[in-house]
């Protein structure tokens, strides 16, 4: 698994997620949007932690500004 994510795009999903986790405990979302965004802040927290972005290998996409050694 190589790095494909910066820094930025590491820090935006968690900061994304970690609102949503709120969005939640405060009652601004419920229900089906609740489940879907909780679904969402789970994959962003740990792509984040692993800086690795499975979809960002498909379409050929990397944030991260050193390229990994091959």
Not at 11 to 18: C, G, K, S, T
Not at 34 to 54: E, K, M, Q, R
């Amino acid at each position: 698994m190589t790095t494909n994510m910066g820094t930025i795009d590491r820090a935006l999903r968690i900061v994304i997620a970690v609102s949503i986790g709120v969005m939640y405990a405060t009652g601004v979302i419920g229900g089906t949007w609740a489940a879907v965004l909780g679904v969402v802040a789970v994959a962003f927290i740990f792509t984040g932690a692993v800086s690795f972005c499975p979809l960002y290998r498909i379409v050929g996409l990397s944030t991260c500004p050193v390229e990994p050694s091959k």
